[in-house]
């Protein structure tokens, strides 16, 4: 619709910038401006500009960088996937650049938390020259933990609340928000809930005949803890945790190797940074189930959102171990300045055993898959 508006304006001659938090981004509308204006317009991919033959032109830059939009004038300026943006972009740049022409601006994108989007967003309501929507993707609402259909005058009519519910049962409540019911979301808190009635688990001194165990493990010496945490992949039930720091390595080493021996482990996920690299290749090569996990903020997110739908779904049971209890309790998360989220524990703190019990419960998938192919 925006880009319709955009192109529309352009006819009449105008002048309008596009731009997008990365050059990816701004592609999208340079693409979706091709395909619907065809060869009456006259596109320049050195100067990303779209000439039409009234004399109105569309600009396309990146925003990843403000000061590439400086230096034009805007009868119009549309910012794509604005939570993404930097907030200079809009207030040292591109708003002084409409001042001369009283040009509009057009914000779209998904929430990132309560950042210069949401201020904006809010402040709308107040203001006799602007207008703000909130558009789900498809119309719910979520009620007591379901999702509820709510029908929406703005939603995607081609798709269904089926495939919408079908996403809302694997993913975290706080996501499913922000991405698909296009909310704002607290840049920081408590990430975990439900951490004390899922605390109910006891440990197991062995294995039960029949079952498949898989493991966590996040490595540490001095300052931080290894952990190593076992859950049950057929009941989703933490069945033992073993948390020690100040001891040699290959202590450490043989005390996960007794754990595999007790258990049976059938995959063991091991966090392969620093000094874990060393490590899982040894117990690789003696025969043991391990799979190297990289830490990175995407993949550590991918872990947490899982740890996090389990609670919410109730779909897992924890030992009730006051150091985890207390460390899943007091886990939290921060907005960056990029828009993602990190995760962590509360400076002075530790977050091993949540790390570790997260990588546990990733194991599961592993074996999901592997008993569906078996």
């Not at 107040?126 to 119309?139: K, L, M, N």
């Amino acid at each position: 619709m925006v880009m319709s508006i955009a192109v529309e304006e352009a006819v009449k001659g105008k002048r309008i910038l596009w731009g997008a938090p990365t050059f990816d981004q701004v592609r999208v509308g340079w693409d979706e401006t091709r395909h619907a204006a065809g060869d009456v317009v006259k596109f320049t991919q050195q100067r990303m500009t779209a000439e039409f033959p009234t004399g109105g032109i569309i600009i396309y830059r990146s925003l990843d960088d403000p000061d590439n939009a400086r230096g034009h004038t805007a009868d119009g300026v549309v910012i794509d996937e604005v939570g993404d943006v930097k907030e200079a972009a809009w207030y040292e740049v591109l708003r002084p650049m409409l001042i001369d022409n009283g040009g509009w601006a057009w914000f779209i994108g998904t929430p990132r938390g309560r950042n210069w989007f949401w201020r904006e967003h809010v402040q709308a309501g107040d203001r006799e020259d602007s207008i703000a929507w909130q558009v789900p993707t498809v119309g719910c609402e979520i009620l007591d933990g379901e999702l509820v259909r709510k029908p929406h005058p703005l939603e995607n009519p081609f798709i269904s609340f089926k495939e919408l519910a079908a996403a809302f049962d694997t993913t975290a409540e706080r996501v499913f928000r922000q991405e698909y019911l296009a909310e704002f979301i607290e840049d920081t808190g408590g990430v975990f809930r439900g951490v004390k009635a899922a605390a109910t688990a006891v440990p197991l001194s062995q294995a039960i005949e029949g079952h498949r165990y898989v493991m966590g493990v996040d490595w540490g010496k001095y300052n931080d803890f290894t952990v190593l945490s076992v859950i049950d992949a057929d009941s989703r039930v933490q069945v033992y945790q073993d948390r020690f720091n100040r001891i040699d390595y290959t202590v450490q080493v043989g005390r996960l190797r007794a754990l595999h021996e007790r258990f049976k482990l059938s995959t063991i996920l091991a966090e392969r940074n620093s000094m874990g690299e060393p490590l899982v290749e040894q117990l690789q090569r003696e025969g043991l189930p391990v799979e190297p996990f990289t830490t990175t903020n995407a993949s550590k997110m991918e872990i947490i959102d899982n740890l996090t739908l389990a609670f919410e779904r109730k779909n897992l049971s924890v030992l009730d171990d006051p150091t985890l209890v207390g460390e899943l309790q007091a886990y939290e998360m921060t907005r960056l300045p990029s828009g993602m989220l990190r995760y962590s524990a509360p400076q002075g703190m530790h977050d091993d055993t949540v790390i570790a019990l997260a990588l546990a419960l990733w194991a599961c998938k592993s074996e999901e898959i592997r008993f569906i192919k078996v």
